[in-house]
Each structure stands twice: as C-alpha cells, then as structure tokens.
C-alpha cells in the first residue's frame, strides 16, 4: 500500500496544472475538473496501481495461511501443502503453478502498455 500510494502521487504531482486552471477559466466545477480533467490523464498510473494492488493480494500467503481453515485455502497455501517432506508431486505442483500464474499474466497482457508508461512517469510534457 506505501508503494502504490508513492506510486499514484508521483503520478499525479507530474500531471501539468494548466490543465485544471483552464477547465476553472472555462468555468468547470472540481468535480468536472477531476472526471474530465485529472482521471484520463492518470490512467496509466491508476491501471498499475490497480494491477500492483491486484498481484499483492493474489499471491498473498501468510495471513491466508495464518488465519484460514484447513479446510479453505488460497491458491498459493494450496500449493504450499502439495509440497511434502520426502516428496513432492511435480505433476500436479506444476498444474496448480499454472493455474496460479494464468490471472496474473492475462491482466499483465491486457494492461501492459499502461504498466510501462504508469512506471515511466513520463507520459507528460511540461
């Protein structure tokens, strides 16, 4: 959470106050100003805050497997328990990894071009 609210207000600090001064000239209220003004210009950093606050609680694993039931797991404790002593099955580890990592790498794909300009803080000119 301190990463990605470091992250969004890096973000924002880098978003030109001309903008908003010329919505207020053109007689927008500060609602208008945020919906129509601020909100598509911070996309790129609000996608990869959301995809960073995604991945965080995706692959959360120590309070999952602190405070739930034995009987009711997160996918990351479940893979944990495939792990044994003496063995392991490496067939099923491998599917359950699978599973695990296929929502991850589809919001990655689908949200990659706002990720690398959202990291970049360059999307602005000044």
């Known amino acids: 959470m301190p990463f990605n609210t470091w992250l969004l207000k890096t973000y924002m600090d880098n978003i030109p106050t001309s903008y908003e001064e010329a ?3 053109d007689g927008a209220s500060s609602w208008r100003i945020v919906w129509e003004v601020i909100l598509p210009l911070s996309k790129a950093g609000l996608v990869t805050v959301l995809v960073f606050s995604f991945l965080a609680g995706w692959t959360e694993f120590i309070v999952a ?3 739930l039931d034995a009987d ?3 996918l990351p404790v479940g893979l944990y328990s495939l792990v044994g002593k003496y063995s ?12 695990f990592a296929t929502p991850i790498m589809l919001v990655y794909l ?8 959202g990291l970049s803080f360059g999307g602005m000119e000044g």
């Open 110 to 117: 689908f949200a990659q071009r706002y990720i690398e300009s």
């Open 65 to 67: 497997q602190l405070l």
């Open 72 to 74: 009711k797991y997160t």
């Open 23 to 25: 919505a207020m000239m």
């Open 88 to 99: 392991t099955p490496w067939a099923r580890f491998s599917t359950f990894a699978l599973t």
